[in-house]
């Protein structure tokens, strides 16, 4: 069974910086496309950014600037760096995995993913 699990999160004031990791269990990573969504409270979970296996990219237009997504191959684990951060950037972040075609229409939806971690709790407060 496929696990994935995010690391990273915490608490940061206003324009800090935070580098979330996802990692799973397995290889997949590697040969499937990775995306971060987020939930804040009472809202729906939406898409932040996600890298396909070739290395294109995609971001929710708030973030972009701000947002880095990377891969190391040889550590088998996808980052999100998280620059300048705001409060409205606050909620639980979720990495997943999937493997259908890429695609910038649906790169940040999160019906094409098929694996999914616990998440990790993102605060941005003074």
């Known amino acids: 069974q496929v696990r994935v699990v995010e690391s990273g999160g915490g608490l940061v004031q206003p324009g800090g910086s935070l580098r979330l990791s996802c990692t799973a269990s397995?290889?997949?990573?590697?040969?499937?496309?990775v995306a971060w969504f987020r939930q804040a409270p009472e809202k729906e979970r939406e898409g932040v950014s996600s890298?396909?296996?070739?290395?294109?990219?995609n971001y929710k237009d708030s973030v972009k600037g701000r947002f880095t997504i990377s891969r190391d191959s040889g550590k088998r684990t996808v980052y999100l760096q998280m620059n300048s951060l705001k409060p409205e950037d606050t909620g639980v972040y979720y990495c997943?995995?999937?493997?259908?075609?890429?695609?910038?229409?649906?790169?940040?939806?999160?019906?094409?993913?098929?694996?999914w971690g616990q998440g990790t709790q993102v605060t941005v407060s003074s």
């Open positions: 890298i396909g296996t070739g290395g294109s990219t």
């Open positions: 397995g290889d997949i990573l590697n040969f499937y496309h």
């Open positions: 997943a995995a999937g493997d259908q075609e890429y695609k910038t229409t649906t790169a940040l939806k999160d019906i094409v993913y098929d694996y």
